[in-house]
């Protein structure tokens, strides 16, 4: 089945301690994405990657960090997650040709306390 | 900035009524538009796209209607069935030249079939 993996589902956290949030796509994407959803501000994008080793940021990038190792994986890193990182958070990928858009993972529910 | 927005935050339709979901953008060089339904616990799902060089695409059950002229994008949905309860998000996307991989989300219509 095509899908994008995002782990874990539910994360509690504290204040300052490294984290890192993983994404997987078996549809052989180059595009890949992070948002957040938040109640009232929708889906903001964090970063993007374009291909293998390609990353830029989205709209709300501070914080965090991503890397893009391999065309399947795309995780997120959280340095030192502070409480206003708590969100839901959403990885997506796509191929070159938008169309059909992205396809979104079922979603990271993170608290940082 | 710019941004897509949405005219009406909650929508409520009886079963087997049409539903209309309208969405105002206005970054005029948007060139792609995306319509995701997202359930209770899920991420947003693909519904349908339009590009700007057509006015209309029609698929099972649903239809966009775009309008250039005043940057208004409409989503419906026929004969709407319980399962058709979510939250609707409108997205733009600018093309190679605006980054061709950003999608502007909207903020999202809850949509309620009442039986």
């Known amino acids: 089945e095509a899908q994008v993996t995002q782990n874990p589902r539910y994360l509690i956290t504290v204040t300052g301690k490294k984290l890192t949030v993983t994404c997987s796509q078996n549809?052989?994407?180059?595009?890949m994405s992070w948002y957040r959803q938040d109640p009232g501000l929708g889906l903001r994008q964090i970063y993007y990657?374009?291909?293998?080793?390609?990353?830029d940021k989205g709209d709300v990038p501070e914080g965090y960090k991503v890397s893009r190792k391999e065309k399947r994986n795309f995780p997120l890193i959280l340095e030192s997650p502070s409480p206003n990182q708590t969100s839901l958070y959403f990885c997506?990928?796509?191929?070159?040709?938008?169309?059909?858009?992205?396809?979104f993972g079922s979603g990271t529910r993170l608290t940082v306390v | 900035g710019e941004s897509v927005g949405l005219h009406l935050p909650t929508l409520s339709v009886q079963e087997g009524d049409n539903s209309i979901i309208n969405c105002a953008y206005s970054?005029?060089?948007?060139?792609?538009f995306i319509w995701y339904k997202q359930e209770s616990g899920k991420g947003p799902q693909f519904i349908i796209d339009?590009?700007?060089?057509?006015d209309k695409r029609q698929g099972q059950r649903v239809t966009v209607l775009l309008n250039k002229t005043v940057k208004h994008l409409s989503l419906q949905i026929a004969a709407t069935q319980p399962g058709d309860s979510a939250v609707y998000f409108c997205?733009?996307?600018?093309?190679?030249?605006?980054?061709?991989?950003?999608?502007?989300f909207g903020t999202g219509t809850q949509l309620k079939v009442e039986l």
């Open positions: 970054n005029s060089a948007s060139d792609y």
């Open positions: 549809m052989n994407h180059e595009y």
């Open positions: 997205a733009e996307n600018m093309g190679v030249t605006g980054g061709g991989n950003k999608l502007t």
């Open positions: 997506a990928s796509r191929n070159r040709d938008r169309g059909g858009g992205y396809t």
């Open positions: 990657s374009m291909n293998v080793e390609v990353t």
């Open positions: 339009i590009r700007s060089n057509m």
